[in-house]
């Protein structure tokens, strides 16, 4: 299951970017988070997508989501311009940015290579 987060959901999983400056990741295992609205069509054709990621690696990695409408401080900190954009937040390296509807197979060759999920 996708996981919703909030600003304050955001700050204790991922990232308190409020007291912290460098990029120290808080969670137990490598993330996905995708940057969404619920207007938005190529969003909706990601959504079951990162469904059957979440279901397949669920054990090995958290997905996470956020509406940008909803959270749009948290939005401005990773300045998002375009939706969907997708978060990919390795173990123990920066997080890298993807924008665009991708489709499958190019999230789980992402998955393998930046987050070194199998």
């Known amino acids: 299951m996708t996981e919703m987060l909030t600003k304050e959901t955001f700050l204790t999983k991922v ?16 993330a996905l988070i995708d940057f969404y609205a619920d207007w938005c069509g190529p969003c909706k054709m990601v ?7 979440s279901n397949e ?9 956020i509406n940008t409408d909803q959270e749009q401080e948290l939005s401005a900190a990773f300045g998002i311009q375009s939706i969907p954009s ?4 390795p173990m123990n390296d920066k ?8 489709p499958k197979d190019s999230l789980v060759k992402a998955i393998k290579e930046v987050l070194k999920v199998e």
């Open 57 to 65: 690696y669920g054990e090995k990695m958290h997905v996470y989501k």
């Open 95 to 102: 997080p890298q940015m993807a924008a665009g509807a991708l």
């Open 86 to 89: 997708l978060l990919f937040i």
């Open 15 to 30: 990232f308190d970017y409020e007291n912290k400056q460098e990029w120290e990741y808080q969670g137990d295992k490598p």
């Open 47 to 53: 959504a079951p997508i990162l469904e059957e990621i």
